[in-house]
C-alpha cells in the first residue's frame, strides 16, 4: 500500500502515469498537473517535475481551512494536492478510504427517521384524523393543513444542517475549489426538489376541499425532478458538451461525468462525514480507472430510468385508483422502489469493484 501525507490544498486532476516516481516528503510534494494550464508561465511538462514547499504552516495541517483554495479558473494556481503518495504506479485503484461497514447504526436511524417523517407521518395523520374525527371537529382543509405543515420535519432539519455544514468558515466538507455560497451541487438539487413540493402542498392545501390526489404526489414529483436531470447530465456528457455551471467539484466548462458522481461526492462528503478529503480521493480514483468511470455510468442509467419511471407509475396509479388508496401509493411506493433499487445496488457496487481490483492488480504485475 502507498503511504500518504496531507495538506490543505484541494485534488487536481491526474492520471496514474502523469508522475515520476520521486517520492514525497514531509512539508513537500511533486505538483500535480492539470492539461493545458499552466503556472507561472511554466509548461505542463515543468508542472510535473515542480515540487512546491508550503510557505504557510497551517498547510500542513490537514483540517485547516481545507476549502480555502482558490477557485480552478484558468487564472488561478493550482498548488499541491492534499492526498499525495510516496508510489506513483498505484499497484492497486487509489484507495477511497470509505466504507458503510462502520456507518449502518447512523444509516439506519438516519432512514427510520425519514421514513417516519415522509411516509408515517402523513398517512397515519391523513386517516387518523380524517376518519377519526368529524367534519364538525374539523374541516377537510384543516386536516391536510396540519398534515402538510408537520410532513417533512425531519428532512428540513436534515437540510439545515447540510447548509451549516458547507457554509460554516472552518468547514471540512465544502466544494473543491468553491466558495462558501455555492454549498454543493446535492444541495441545490435538494432545494428546487423541494420548490416543487412546497408548490404542491400549498395548492392541495388551499381549496375548501383539498384535491387528495395532488397532495399524494410529492415523492414521485422529487423522484422524476432528480431521475429527469441524472439523465440530462449523462446525455449532455456523452455528446461531448462542457459542464455549463460548477458541478460540485467539477468547474464550468471542464467535461462533465456521469450524473450520479456529483451525488456520490456531495452525499458522502456532507451527510457521511468523509470531508473534503473524500471529494479529492473520488476525483483521482475517477480519472485513474477507466472501470470505476464505467461502473458510475451504468449505475446514472439504472437510478435515473428507474426514478423516472417509478414517478410515471406512481403518477398514473394516483390518478386511477380510489383516493385513499391513491394517498398510500403515493407516500410509500417511492421509497418501496429506493429500497429495492439500493438492494440491487449495494451487491452490483461491490462485485464491479473487486473486478476493477482483480484487473487493476494483473495489470500492473504484467507491466
Known amino acids: ?48 517535475g515542480r515540487k512546491t514547499t508550503p510557505t504557510n504552516p497551517a498547510s500542513l495541517n490537514a483540517s485547516a481551512q481545507p476549502s480555502r483554495a482558490p477557485s480552478p479558473t484558468h487564472h488561478a494556481l493550482y498548488p499541491h494536492t492534499q492526498v499525495t503518495y510516496d508510489d ?11 466504507t458503510l461497514r ?16 415522509c411516509v408515517f407521518m402523513p398517512i397515519g395523520l391523513y386517516f387518523g384524523m380524517w376518519y377519526g374525527l368529524t367534519r364538525d371537529q374539523l374541516s377537510a382543509n384543516a386536516v391536510f393543513s396540519i398534515s402538510t405543515a408537520l410532513l417533512g420535519t425531519v ?34 438539487n435538494l432545494s428546487v426538489g423541494w420548490f416543487f413540493v412546497m408548490i404542491e402542498l400549498i395548492a392541495g392545501t388551499c381549496p375548501h376541499d383539498p384535491p387528495i390526489r395532488v397532495l399524494a404526489m410529492p415523492a414521485p414529483t422529487m423522484l422524476f425532478a432528480i431521475g429527469v436531470e441524472l439523465l440530462i447530465v449523462d446525455v449532455m456528457r456523452l455528446r461531448k458538451i462542457p459542464a455549463p455551471c460548477r458541478i460540485s467539484s467539477l468547474p464550468q466548462g471542464a467535461p462533465l461525468r456521469p450524473g450520479i458522481y456529483a451525488y456520490i461526492e456531495d452525499i ?4 457521511g462525514s468523509g470531508g473534503t478529503e473524500f471529494r479529492q480521493r473520488l476525483n483521482l480514483r475517477y480519472q485513474a480507472s477507466k472501470a470505476f468511470r464505467e461502473m458510475l455510468h451504468r449505475l446514472t442509467l439504472f437510478w435515473a430510468i428507474g426514478a423516472v ?30 429500497g429495492l433499487w ?12 473487486k473486478k476493477e481490483y482483480e484487473a487493476w492488480t494483473t495489470a500492473h504485475s504484467k507491466s
Do not use: N
Not at 486532476?13 to 505538483?31: E, K, M, N
Not at 458522502?268 to 451527510?271: K, P, Q
Not at 403518477?315 to 394517498?327: G, K, Q, W
Open 342 to 353: 439500493t438492494a440491487i445496488t449495494i451487491p452490483w457496487v461491490q462485485r464491479d469493484l
Open 155 to 188: 428532512s428540513i432539519v436534515e437540510y439545515f444542517i447540510r447548509f451549516h455544514r458547507l457554509w460554516k468558515k472552518d468547514s471540512s466538507c465544502r466544494v473543491i475549489g468553491a466558495e462558501r455560497w455555492y454549498l454543493d451541487w446535492f444541495h441545490w
Open 309 to 338: 419511471v417509478c414517478s410515471v407509475v406512481c403518477t398514473a396509479i394516483i390518478f386511477t385508483i380510489e383516493r385513499d388508496a391513491a394517498y398510500v401509493v403515493g407516500w410509500v411506493l417511492p421509497f418501496v422502489w429506493a
Open 268 to 271: 458522502c462528503a456532507v451527510d
Open 1 to 48: 500500500m502507498a503511504s500518504q501525507q496531507t495538506s490543505t490544498e484541494p485534488l487536481r486532476p491526474v492520471t496514474p502515469a502523469a508522475d515520476t516516481s520521486r517520492p514525497t516528503t514531509a512539508g513537500q510534494a511533486d505538483t500535480l498537473p492539470v492539461p493545458g494550464v499552466q503556472v507561472d508561465g511554466a509548461s505542463d511538462d515543468e508542472q510535473q
Open 102 to 117: 462502520t456507518r449502518k447504526k447512523s444509516i439506519f436511524w438516519f432512514w427510520l427517521l425519514i421514513i417516519l417523517d
Open 88 to 98: 506513483p504506479d498505484f499497484p492497486q485503484p487509489p484507495p477511497l478510504k470509505y
